[in-house]
């Protein structure tokens, strides 16, 4: 079965860039997506393919693709950014999820 | 705009059968190309995706779930609903619904509330 692997964990200071990795088979080859989750919320669409960034989600979250990682980028990195994220792809006819990375501001 | 709201029984008994409404408002569940989807959270773990319904009836399953798994879709109620039967402690998580865009990464936006199903006798 296909899998999608990201760091568990990324510390980042406040006002630095954070990135967070997802790599997978041939992901460059397909799309990814993101979700914020904060604690005991649901999650939250911040990348939608790639490197679009749905409306309502602030212009320091971004994506990108090379290879067989996809980045989620967090400029400028707020307190309220600290939540784990979770990467998603789809490969045969399955929905995919990596295993989250949880980032901290600190 | 479109909500989703999870409802049913907290507490499950093993090998027993897990049910589970998802409720659409603000919108209908038949308009637009969407899916809907059921995808569930152990404490403290990832995600898992269960499976999804297109309001054709058509369906698609985790292959770890689909043996157990049923998901179906009443229009007229704008609900769609997840059984998932012979349940352990393993099934024990948070459940939530998610409306799915059929793209070619097929993300899901926006999701339910989550309810938490505890398995125990």
């Known amino acids: 079965s296909y899998e999608l692997t990201q760091p568990p964990s990324v510390s980042v200071s406040p006002g630095q860039t954070a990135s967070i990795t997802c790599s997978g088979d041939k992901l460059g080859h397909k799309y990814a997506c993101w979700y914020q989750q904060k604690p005991g919320q649901s999650p939250v669409l911040v990348i939608s393919?790639?490197?679009k960034r749905p409306s309502g989600i602030p212009e320091r979250f971004s994506g990108s693709t090379s290879g067989n990682t996809a980045t989620l980028t967090i400029n400028g990195t707020q307190a309220m950014d600290e939540a784990d994220y979770y990467c998603q792809a789809w490969d045969s006819s399955t929905v995919v999820f990596g295993g989250g990375t949880k980032l901290t501001v600190l | 705009q479109v909500q989703l709201q999870e409802s049913g029984p907290g507490l499950v008994k093993p090998s027993q059968t897990l049910s589970l409404t998802c409720t659409v408002s603000g919108g209908s569940i038949s308009s637009g190309s969407y899916y809907w989807s059921w995808i569930r959270q152990p404490a403290g773990k990832g995600l898992e995706w269960i499976g999804r319904i297109y309001t054709s009836g058509s369906t698609n399953y985790n292959p770890s779930l689909k043996s157990r798994v049923t998901i179906s879709v009443d229009t007229s109620k704008n609900q769609f609903s997840l059984k998932l039967t012979s349940v352990t402690a393993a099934d024990t998580a948070v459940y939530y619904c998610a409306r799915g865009v059929p793209t070619v990464v097929n993300w899901f936006d926006p999701w339910g509330q989550g309810t938490l199903v505890t398995v125990s006798s």
């Open positions: 393919q790639d490197t």
